[in-house]
């Protein structure tokens, strides 16, 4: 009887959403791909859905609490295998992010990753007995998601490293961010902002100067923008239709199922669909926001709270990439663009804010 409530109980209207979401991404997949050596990408996805699925109901039964308890050893964990990925992981597309599996799979530390930074930063700023955050807390904090952000950027993966920092940022507001801190921080970005410069690759430098002008290096470093822009304005009000659109099936949009596949559905489903879209990934906000609103304690609010930052930054950094209205990085929109490990992060976040739901009546 209590395994039934505990089902019943559930976020099902949030489950439905990420399943929708899913599916549409299911049906982008199997147009961009067909005819293609990833068109078996289409079942593949649906697998990892169903793994997804099984990952959400594990991560929402075991108590949140219990989870908040072994921060430290997931922490130190999840350390241990970012510092082993580039000498285990295989070489894709110029940097080690794969750690190699059994029967073809791949595994990408830094997408679970996430989950161990929502739980450290819930975990610290819980135990915080102020309702303001001292100039101590924003240090260890920053210490703390600063390490596992180097580790990835070193991969080098500066997409990914950069997804932690919305967690880090959603948390230190919630938890009693000072205006008199949050002034220093903006002088303190302002100055180091044009220092990093410096730290970047020559491609990521590449990619920051096609952004502010495709047209500089139209059929190299500019060529997915300026493709992704022609794809997103081919579709119109209502869209060529599935798989009869002309960028998409003609090759001219490059990783379709991936990086660009909101492109590749603006296209296809045109401007109503993809307003429908960005409605349903609203609507699963929403449902994560209320899970905040109704959590037993401030540890579980925090929970939420850290999985809505980052579904939220990687929606606008996709969509907005898509546009020419942020740099090409490579962040995956969420339940949509193809890849196992992010599928399954994703719906293991969903279980966290589902387990915060399951406990919200228990004193």
């Not at 096609?210 to 869209?239: E, H, M, N, R, T």
């Not at 001219?252 to 296209?267: C, K, Q, R, Y």
Request: glycine share 10%; charged share 15%; with cysteine.
């Amino acid at each position: 009887m209590a395994s039934y409530r505990r089902l019943r109980d559930l976020d099902w209207p949030m489950i439905l959403l990420a399943v929708l979401i899913t599916g549409l991404g299911v049906l982008q997949i199997y147009s961009a791909t067909l005819e293609t050596a990833s068109e078996s990408a289409w079942w593949k996805q649906l697998i990892w859905l169903v793994a997804g699925l099984g990952a959400m109901w594990l991560m929402a039964k075991v108590d949140y609490h219990n989870l908040l308890g072994q921060v430290p050893l997931l922490y130190a964990l999840a350390l241990g295998l970012l510092a082993l990925t580039p000498i285990m992981g295989a070489l894709v597309w110029g940097s080690r992010r794969w750690i190699p599996l059994a029967f073809g799979f791949r595994f990408q530390p830094s997408e679970f990753v996430k989950l161990v930074i929502v739980l450290l930063v819930a975990r610290y700023l819980s135990e915080v007995k102020s309702d303001r955050l001292e100039v101590r807390d924003l240090v260890k904090l920053s210490v703390l998601a600063g390490i596992p952000f180097l580790l990835v950027a070193s991969q080098p993966d500066l997409g990914t490293s950069l997804t932690y920092l919305p967690i880090l940022a959603m948390g230190i507001f919630l938890g009693g961010l000072r205006w008199q801190h949050a002034a220093a921080l903006a002088v303190l970005a302002a100055v180091l902002l044009p220092l990093g410069w410096f730290a970047l690759a020559d491609y990521q430098k590449a990619r920051l100067e096609v952004f502010i002008d495709p047209a500089k290096d139209p059929l190299d470093k500019g060529y997915q923008a300026i493709q992704s822009k022609i794809a997103v304005g081919a579709g119109g009000i209502w869209g060529k239709g599935v798989t009869r659109g002309s960028q998409t099936q003609l090759r001219f949009l490059p990783v379709t199922h991936t990086d660009f596949l909101i492109s590749a559905f603006a296209e296809e489903h045109g401007f109503f669909g993809v307003v429908v879209l960005l409605g349903l990934y609203f609507l699963l906000l929403m449902q994560i926001v209320q899970n905040a609103q109704s959590a037993p304690d401030r540890a579980g609010m925090m929970v939420c709270m850290g999985v809505c930052a980052t579904l939220l930054f990687h929606v606008l950094v996709n969509v907005g990439m898509a546009v020419g209205r942020m740099p090409i990085t490579g962040i995956p929109l969420p339940l949509m663009s193809y890849g196992g490990s992010s599928m399954i992060t994703v719906f293991m976040m969903l279980g966290l804010v589902n387990n915060v739901r399951l406990r919200r009546f228990v004193s």
